[in-house]
């Protein structure tokens, strides 16, 4: 399985910017993508989650309100949504996939996660 994740840039405090998660070469039936951020110095945090065969959605109370996760099967891509970025958001992204079933109070464990994507850095201006 690999995961290409892209969308990432510079933005102003205020503004948005949409990640993309290319999903590929999977042969399980069902699966979550998650997205977590590493910002410098700082642990890799869990961002949002979902379903893929479902859509059941799961987010990080830091970022509910703001940003929003989906996905589109037909084009085997997950979304992030991020709006009124702050920057306190800057950070580099990561796309993952977690095969199979679990509940979603899973989905923010990173060690659920088998397979990750590269990283898109997303910074964030005052």
């Known amino acids: 399985v690999q995961l290409q994740a892209s969308g990432g840039g510079l933005v102003q405090a205020g503004g948005s910017l949409r990640l993309s998660c290319v999903v590929s070469?999977?042969?399980?039936?069902?699966?979550?993508v998650g997205w977590f951020r590493q910002a410098p110095g700082k642990e890799r945090e869990f961002v949002a989650a979902i379903s893929w065969s479902g859509g059941s959605r799961y987010s990080a109370d830091s970022v509910k309100g703001g940003f929003t996760v989906s996905r589109d099967k037909a084009k085997d891509t997950a979304y992030l949504q991020m709006n009124s970025l702050t920057p306190a958001d800057t950070a580099v992204y990561y796309c993952?996939?977690?095969?199979?079933?679990?509940?979603?109070?899973?989905?923010?464990?990173?060690?659920?996660?088998?397979?990750w994507g590269q990283g898109t850095l997303v910074t964030v201006s005052s």
């Open positions: 070469g999977r042969t399980f039936s069902n699966y979550v």
């Open positions: 993952a996939a977690n095969p199979g079933w679990s509940p979603p109070t899973n989905w923010s464990m990173r060690d659920r996660y088998d397979y």
